[in-house]
Each structure stands twice: as structure tokens, then as C-alpha cells.
């Protein structure tokens, strides 16, 4: 979002490539579920709730757990690379995988704009801003009148993921719709 609103010379003063270095080396942070990660605690919390737990022990379990689970991540993903190569674990070509070709675009991508400059990209930062009243307005919909068929969820998943999500989408919709035909909304919870 900053590389489109600002262009690289608000990023790069004369001289200093140190800004655009190190928001290249976060771009993979745009690439992964990781706000789906607040499901999985929901849900825990609402597990230790059906089940009178504390919620401070569930948060603590899953604070340590996340520890535990990144340490041993890091060993074996890192014990894999060093022992047989990341090159061969992801793909086993000198061109690598994915995360090999995701490294070279941002560096490539990188190297142009260090060179090259941009300026500031309006056409994507509309879009960005259209993308934002948008969802705000969903949201707004759905507080509003309750049965609006269009949820501003859906919307963002559909958006960025939409060629893997689109028949799991249409196969839980199609599902909820014969279910509230069949027997309405209290069919629907139990089958929940």
C-alpha cells in the first residue's frame, strides 16, 4: 500500500534504500492465511466457555502452544533445508518453488523501482479506497436489513483467495439454502 500511495521517492530518499529493503523483505507477510488464525482462537474461547474453563488458562495454553509449535517449526523446516536443500524441497529445479520464485519477483520488483522510481500509483490506490467502501459498506447492509445475501467476509475471501474458495463457498451455501428450506432456521442450528 505505501509503494502505491507514496511511490519510491517518498520510500527511498536519495541515498538510503534502507526503507524499501526492509518492506520487500515483509512483502511474504501479504502472501498467507494469517488472519484466519483468529478463527482457531475464537473457537478455542468458545470451547473453554461450553466447557467452563477459564479463559485465561485456554489463552496461556494457547500462547505456550504457539511457542512450542514456531521452535519446532523453525528446527525441522530449517534441519530440512540445511540437510537437504530448499531447492529440493520445493520442487527440485534450479528454478526452486514457489517461495523461491516469490523471492526473486520481490527482488526483482525491488531492483526496478531502486532503479527505474515509481511514482505514486493512483489507479490502484482508488482501487484500494473503492475496495474499503465497499466491505463498509456490507457491514453496514448487514446491520441494517438482516437478510442481505452478500457478506462483507465472503467479499475480502473471495477477493484474494477466490480461485481456490469458490466451490467450498457454493457447496456450504447451497447446503444452508436447501436446510433453511427444508426446516427453517431450527433445522439449520442443528445441523450447525
Excluded at 478463527?39 to 466457555?49: C, M, R, S
Excluded at 496461556?60 to 530448499?86: D, E, M
Excluded at 473503492?130 to 457491514?139: E, H, Q, R, S
Amino acid at each position: 500500500m505505501l509503494r502505491y500511495f507514496l511511490g519510491s521517492r517518498q520510500l527511498m530518499p536519495p541515498g538510503n534504500l534502507s526503507n524499501y529493503s526492509v518492506l520487500s523483505t515483509m512483502d511474504w507477510l501479504t502472501d498467507g492465511y494469517f488472519s484466519a488464525q483468529t478463527g482457531y482462537i475464537i473457537e478455542n474461547q468458545k470451547l473453554a466457555a461450553d466447557f467452563k474453563l477459564p479463559p485465561r488458562a485456554v489463552t496461556i495454553t494457547i500462547l505456550v502452544a504457539f511457542i512450542l509449535g514456531c521452535i519446532l517449526a523453525y528446527n525441522l523446516n530449517l534441519g530440512s533445508y540445511y540437510r537437504y536443500g530448499a531447492l529440493v524441497l520445493h520442487g527440485g529445479t534450479t528454478n526452486g518453488g514457489y517461495n523461491v520464485r516469490n523471492a526473486v519477483s520481490n527482488w526483482t520488483d525491488s531492483s526496478t523501482m531502486m532503479n527505474a522510481g515509481a511514482l505514486p500509483s493512483l489507479h490502484e490506490g482508488y482501487a484500494m479506497i473503492a475496495g474499503v467502501l465497499l466491505t463498509i459498506g456490507l457491514v453496514a447492509a448487514r446491520w441494517r436489513w438482516l437478510r442481505v445475501p452478500f457478506n462483507p467476509i465472503g467479499y475480502v475471501a473471495c477477493i484474494q483467495y477466490g480461485y481456490a474458495l469458490w466451490g467450498p463457498f457454493m457447496v456450504t451455501w447451497i447446503l444452508k439454502t436447501v436446510a433453511h428450506r427444508l426446516g427453517g432456521a431450527r433445522l439449520y442450528r442443528q445441523l450447525m
